[in-house]
Each structure stands twice: as structure tokens, then as C-alpha cells.
């Protein structure tokens, strides 16, 4: 109930209606498009042993659709979730054979789910409603038909973009690692110095010898 002026028309009432419920997917995808998308069925808790039986899946759908590549190695990219690393999670990826990449946590040129697929996928269904799961789930898929395409121009432009700052940010780094080894060097050799009471341009090169000795062992 509401109070309104008199004469005046009450407010217009919105029938609330329930969304789509939400899914969740499981999706293992290469350089030339998605390979398995699994929905977690409700009810259904990800855990290592669910997680063990989708990377058995994903074995068997690199040697349906991508001929030849298994025996050529695969390079297997994940982060660090707690079902990732669960014991027989970790058995099951060793059993599919593939070759498991070291993820970075800050690394976006590395982690192409977030900065890539889900990211469009988000743009592409934005302001879109769906009535059930099953909408949802050919939306998807149509979707994921045409991001064929742009997966390997994502990565090319990614990795490409990437080398440079790459570069810049390790060189970067190794100068800082030359000067602070100078710095200690000089801090050394002034102590030793001032420790054996000699000047140190009688013995320039005793105390770094010392340093760098002392650093390897």
C-alpha cells in the first residue's frame, strides 16, 4: 500500500521475475578454439576427483580433435585453485601427459581465460536475458563458434605486445641487480678497510675478492 494526492493514479507495479539460474563452466580451450566446455550439474560440488575426471576428458578430446598434437606434447596452462592442486588432481594431469606450465600470479599475457575468453564472452551477453539454462548454454556455444577465429590473432598480438615490456621490466630488473651488488661490494670493501686500518687504494681489489667469495658460498 502506498499513499498518493488525490486524483492522482497509484505508481505502476513491476512484476519481479526470476532469473536464469546461474552455471558454471569448466572450459579447456587452444590456439585453435575451445576443446571441451563442461557445466557443473546443480547440486554438484568441483572437487579434485570431478576436476581428475574433466582432465580424462580433455586428454580424449585433444586426440579427437587435435590429430597427432598429444604425441607432439601438450603444454598445459592452470592457476593455482585448490582443486588444480588437490593430490588427485595432480595424479590425473600427470596421467593425461601433459606438460604443465608454470603460471605466474601477475602475468596477464598468461592467463588468456580472464584477459581473453571470459572477458568477451562478457561483452558479447551483456544486457542479454536468458529463460533457462539451455539459452544460455547455445548462447554460449555460438559464441564460442565465432571466437575461433580470433584466438590465435589474440595470442600473437598478446604475446607480441608483451615482449617488449617484458624486455624493458628484465633489464630493468638486472641493472638494479648490478648496482646493488656494487653497492654492497663498496660497503664491504669500506668496512674491510676500516676493519685491517689500511687505505683502500692499496688493496682495491682484496675486499671484493672477499665479497664475491663470500656470495658463492
Known amino acids: ?14 512484476k519481479v521475475q526470476k532469473s536464469a539460474s546461474k552455471l558454471m563452466a569448466t572450459i ?3 590456439s585453435e578454439g575451445v576443446l571441451l566446455i563442461d557445466y557443473l550439474p546443480k547440486g554438484t560440488t568441483m572437487n579434485g576427483q570431478y576436476y581428475a575426471n574433466l582432465l580424462a576428458q580433455a586428454r580424449e578430446a585433444v586426440v579427437q580433435k587435435r590429430r597427432g598434437k598429444l604425441s607432439r606434447g601438450v603444454l598445459f596452462l592452470q592457476d593455482n585453485a585448490s582443486v588444480h592442486t588437490a593430490r588427485v588432481s595432480r595424479q590425473a594431469l600427470k596421467d ?8 605466474p600470479p601477475y602475468s596477464p599475457d598468461l592467463a588468456p581465460s580472464d584477459y581473453f575468453l571470459f572477458s568477451n564472452l562478457k561483452k558479447e551477453l551483456r544486457g542479454r536475458r536468458f529463460v533457462n539454462d539451455n539459452q544460455m548454454k547455445m548462447a554460449w556455444l555460438d559464441y564460442f563458434r565465432k571466437l575461433t577465429i ?9 604475446s607480441m ?4 615490456a617484458a624486455r624493458s621490466r628484465d633489464t630493468m630488473l638486472l641493472i638494479a641487480h648490478v648496482l646493488w651488488h656494487l653497492l654492497l ?15 683502500m687504494a692499496r688493496c682495491p681489489w682484496v675486499a671484493p675478492a672477499i665479497y664475491i ?5
Not at 213 to 217: A, E, G, H, I, R
Open 185 to 199: 661490494i663498496s660497503l664491504f670493501w669500506y668496512g674491510f678497510a676500516c676493519l685491517i686500518g689500511v687505505s
Open 161 to 164: 605486445k608483451s615482449l617488449p
Open 28 to 30: 579447456f580451450w587452444d
Open 1 to 14: 500500500m502506498q499513499w498518493t494526492k488525490k486524483g492522482e493514479r497509484p505508481p505502476k507495479k513491476f
Open 213 to 217: 667469495l663470500y656470495s658463492f658460498l
Open 96 to 103: 593425461t601427459g601433459f606438460s604443465e606450465i608454470d603460471h
Open 150 to 158: 580470433g584466438v590465435r590473432t589474440y595470442l600473437n598480438k598478446e
